[in-house]
């Protein structure tokens, strides 16, 4: 089993700065692959961002260049820095992991409204 945690969403204005974290415990490797999905409100779930294990990481279109994935000190620790922010990014943000044996794991999200 395996365990995500997010925190850090928030309330944020336009063009401000928000960092998601995404904490991960149980039976899972360091450093693992790790990645971002959102969901807003009407909208199916979309992919968001993934760092590999070896810290090589992809981007959505819609958040290149703005949003940034990096792990903390803690090697079971995910950041989601989230720059420029648009009222469009406005989502439940999940983290998420698949693991060695298929097996999908999800977080249960985090809240970002962009609004002024």
């Known amino acids: 089993q395996v365990q995500l945690v997010e925190s850090g969403g928030g309330l944020v204005q336009p063009g401000g700065s928000l960092r998601l974290s995404c904490t991960a415990s149980?039976?899972?490797?360091?450093?693992?692959?790790m990645m971002w999905y959102r969901q807003a409100p009407g909208k199916e779930r979309e992919w968001v961002a993934t760092?590999?294990?070896?810290?090589?990481?992809n981007y959505a279109g819609a958040v290149k260049g703005r949003f940034f994935i990096s792990r903390g000190d803690d090697r079971f620790l995910t950041y989601l820095q989230m720059n420029s922010v648009k009222p469009e990014d406005t989502a439940v943000y999940y983290c998420y992991h698949r693991s060695r044996g298929g097996i999908d794991y999800w977080g249960q999200g985090t809240q970002v409204t962009v609004s002024s």
């Open positions: 149980g039976n899972i490797v360091p450093y693992p692959d």
């Open positions: 760092i590999h294990r070896g810290d090589t990481s």
